[in-house]
């Protein structure tokens, strides 16, 4: 999840107003949560470092095991 709520999030875009809005609020997500979190795993190392903590955020355990195996970082 890459905002606070943790949560899906759906946006109405009936009208006009509900569209520019729901784009606003999906631009502001983007560059307050999105974007930095992203640019903390914006390499493979990074990434590798956070598997290696154990936290493996959007995969399973198994998931994470496997791709650190893949990458021979097991």
């Known amino acids: ?6 949560i899906d ?3 109405e875009g009936s009208t ?3 569209s520019v809005s729901a784009a606003q ?3 502001n997500r983007l560059m307050c949560y999105a974007l ?3 640019s ?9 470092m956070l598997w290696r903590s154990g936290k493996c955020p959007g995969l399973t355990d198994y998931q994470r095991k ?3 195996a893949t990458l021979g970082r097991a």
């Open 1 to 6: 999840f890459l905002s606070p709520e943790k």
């Open 9 to 11: 999030l759906w946006w």
């Open 16 to 18: 006009q107003e509900q």
């Open 25 to 27: 609020d999906i631009a």
């Open 36 to 38: 930095p979190t992203l």
């Open 40 to 48: 903390e795993l914006s390499n493979l190392e990074a990434l590798v």
């Open 66 to 68: 496997k791709y650190l």
